[in-house]
């Protein structure tokens, strides 16, 4: 069972940086993509960045040049520095997965993959902006 884990939300003030990371368990194809998202109150989710396996990175319009997107393969595990905050960033931030799924066959004793990508998702933590 994939699961993520969000941690690095909180409060401050406009101008300041936080670090947000999650970190990725289970089994899933080591060839994915993995984002950050976020939905502000009364507003529909929106792409924050993404980064491929290959290290290939994404970003929404409203965050190219404040937020850098990283990831460690070894571990599983993605950071989003946020930098240059503005009230606008506050929202809830998830964590996205995007893979096939891997599951072991005793019969071969070697694994195989979903043939579909599946989204998974983090439970979200709290960003706010404000002075």
């Known amino acids: 069972q994939v699961q993520l884990v969000e941690s690095g939300g909180g409060l401050v003030q406009p101008g300041g940086s936080l670090r947000l990371s999650c970190a990725a368990s289970?089994?899933?194809?080591?060839?994915?993509?993995m984002g950050w998202y976020r939905q502000a109150p009364g507003k529909q989710r929106e792409l924050v960045a993404t980064?491929?396996?290959?290290?290939?990175?994404n970003y929404g319009d409203s965050v190219k040049g404040r937020f850098t997107i990283s990831r460690d393969n070894a571990k599983n595990t993605m950071s989003l520095q946020m930098n240059s905050l503005k009230p606008e960033d506050t929202a809830v931030y998830y964590c996205?997965?995007?893979?096939?799924?891997?599951?072991?066959?005793?019969?071969?004793?070697?694994?195989?993959?979903?043939?579909?990508?599946?989204?998974?998702w983090g439970q979200g933590t709290q960003v706010t902006v404000s002075s």
């Open positions: 996205n997965l995007d893979a096939r799924s891997r599951s072991y066959d005793p019969e071969s004793g070697g694994y195989y993959y979903a043939s579909d990508e599946e989204d998974y």
């Open positions: 289970g089994s899933f194809d080591s060839r994915n993509i």
């Open positions: 980064i491929t396996s290959g290290g290939r990175r």
